[in-house]
């Protein structure tokens, strides 16, 4: 087993612990929060922690207000009180409901999170966003709670779906478009991008690398800004196609990365590797929808501190990331250019 802890300024201290079967050594919950596919899986399991059971249907569509008022209901009517532990039992957006529930009620609750996903182990479990979606706008409304434990079990992976490996795949990619030595593993690995035990052998350089950003930046106020790279661009896909978040992340990369080009100083040999790893994580090029119904999007992007531009974290050399602010109009051209170069 590997343990590592975040504890950052004004933020409660995270302790995360990865192995197999570690998930295992969970003494206690008093209200489990979980999917249905999850629920599916490993309803015996959930069982073994003998505590109320909230199941949401599964998928991004079912984060939404409905869902969380439901969670809070569930958890008044079980009688939890502040002192007792939800637990979040599944991929990213149970974590994300699940915590911001447990933020929510009574002012809070301790939080534990089991993440099942691999975009969640090395992703959305470590770090403390809770979020739903609201009106249309992606993680619009949420808090930074960071969760007490999480358990990171890669035998979880395992029972993942091809398409769940390549959803964790998108964030994979985006540390390595951050971080140089995750870089060239995955660059001298891409043979191994979908091979179960390389990406075990992955994931917790990829939790080492975000715990050190958020260590720096909690609240994202400066550092951690460096975590949105691609993702502008991804969740304008992602709310307006069914591909999944690491789907839109991985294409919000190429596109990203193409738009460097054109508007930054860049390293072009970089660039076409890392976007050579997008498209081999990706796979088949999805249909996208035209640029124009998707890009007003954009303008509610919660990065966006300027009127009419919008915010892009693009990579431009190993290891180096740039801030650009791009005019609107400029955006939705750029973006009439990403279903060519994909």
Known sequence: MKELTIAADRCEESRIFFGRGVSSRIERADFVITDSNVNRIYGDRIAQWNAPVFVMEAG???????????????MKDAGLMRGD???????????DLGGLASALYMRGTNFVSVPTTLLAQVD?????????????VKNLVGVF?????????????????????????????KHAALDGALFDRLVNNKARLFDLRFLEDTVFGNIEYKASVVRRD?????????????????HVYE?????????????GIIAEAEIAARYCET?????????????????????????????????????????????????VKRGEYKILQLPYEAYEKELKLTGEIL
């Open 124 to 136: 959305a479990s470590v770090g403390g966003k809770t979020a739903i979606d609201f009106r249309g």
């Open 60 to 74: 991004e569509e079912h984060k939404n207000e409905k869902t969380l008022f439901s969670a809070l209901e569930a």
């Open 267 to 315: 390293d072009g040999a970089y660039l076409e590797a890392l976007k050579a790893l997008a498209r081999l994580a990706l796979g088949k090029t999805p249909k996208l929808p035209a640029a124009e119904t998707v890009a007003p999007l954009a303008r509610l992007d919660k990065k966006n501190s300027e009127k009419d531009t919008v915010a892009l974290t693009v990579p």
């Open 85 to 95: 532990t939800v637990l979040a039992f599944g991929g990213g957006v149970v974590g």
């Open 218 to 234: 909690a609240f994202e106020a400066g550092a951690r800004v460096c975590l949105n790279l691609g993702h502008t661009t991804a």
């Open 145 to 173: 709670r960071q969760p007490s434990r999480v358990y990171v079990d890669c035998s979880y992976l395992s029972t993942l779906p091809d398409r769940e490996i390549r959803c964790g795949l998108g964030e994979i990619v």
């Open 239 to 251: 709310l307006a196609t069914n591909l999944s978040h690491g789907e839109c992340v991985l294409v």
